[in-house]
């Protein structure tokens, strides 16, 4: 059986067709996907705290339920996500347990701070730019739920970015000061945005495998070239600069050469050494904790209604 399985796997991923939960896989493709689903799972759960943190000090009415409903689609984000990973086989507590107890990954770019308004601009520009970037061509993943979780989740990013370019847009139209704090908001973010999408493709473990079972479909450098591509133009728009002396366009290649980015500040990130990661993670200790008495109370809730509906 596993012989048929494994010949009709191959041949779904040679045709590019769709996996999907019932489908015989081989465990390696099986793990990779857990691997990679819950992770970005995880970093949108994660990722609502810098932004969350800034929701009651939004400058008015209106961006304060922008940003509101820009941090609830960050969870709902995160709740496809840990519906895909389930689909794989890992009930969701273990993968909440992972996270919970600092076992699990989640983007490096979380473990900084948003200490301006303007970095909330440039998170959405930049950050969800940078997911926009690496998730579009995770629609076409070849693990179905994944996929098709990705095709909303895609949508939602584009307003998000959008939003961002236009909270910078605004700053840097306005006062010098303003102009300021929109500036430098872009020049700490930069960096870390370009690191979102993983090592140089000589240091990715994982990329030549998942490229293999179309579940990556572009390199981590290939995205991230493609990313700086996007966003020089964009930078230009708004009036702000990239912090890069040697951006430049390369006529012969076609593309924007960007200068080297600090991988020994990514990898010490990526161990837990970021500047928040602690605070991350014992935020979310704390409301985990916190909440354990509601999801008690709906399990008691859910395990009565069933009784009653069996009595
Ligand atoms: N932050 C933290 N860890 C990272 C990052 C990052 N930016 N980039 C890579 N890593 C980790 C990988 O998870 C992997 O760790 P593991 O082997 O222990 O699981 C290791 O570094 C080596 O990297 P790669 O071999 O390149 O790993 P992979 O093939 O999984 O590629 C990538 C990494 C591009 C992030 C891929 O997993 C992916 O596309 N994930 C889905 C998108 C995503 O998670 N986005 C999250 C941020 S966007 C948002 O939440 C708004």
Known sequence: EARVGWERFEQLIAEDKRVEPRDW???????????????????????MQ?????????????????LMAKVQDEAGHGLYLYSAAETLGTPRDELYEQLYTGKAKYSSIFNYPARTWADIGAIGWLVDGAAITNQVP????????????????CKEE?????????????????????????????????????????????ESPNSKQSMAWNIKRFSNDDLRQRFVDM????AEALGLTLPDPELKWNDERGHYDYGDL?????????KGNGPLNHQRLAHYRAARDEGAWV?????AYAAKQQQAAHD
């Open 25 to 47: 896989m081989p465990n390696n493709y099986r793990k990779t996907l857990v691997r990679q689903v819950s992770q970005h799972a995880h970093s949108e759960i994660i990722g």
């Open 50 to 66: 810098p932004e969350g943190n800034w929701i009651t000090r939004a400058p008015s009415l209106k961006r304060k339920a922008v």
């Open 138 to 153: 995770l629609c076409r993943a070849s693990y179905g739920p994944y996929g098709r979780a990705m095709v909303r989740i």
């Open 158 to 202: 584009s307003f998000h970015q959008r939003q961002g370019w236009e909270i910078l847009y605004t700053l840097s139209h306005g006062t010098q000061a303003q102009k300021q704090m929109a500036q430098d908001a872009v020049d700490r973010f930069y960096g870390p945005a370009l690191q979102m999408f993983g090592p140089p493709d000589d």
């Open 231 to 234: 966003i020089v133009p964009q």
């Open 262 to 270: 600090d991988w020994d500040e990514f990898f010490s990130v990526v």
């Open 295 to 299: 999801r008690e109370a709906a399990a």
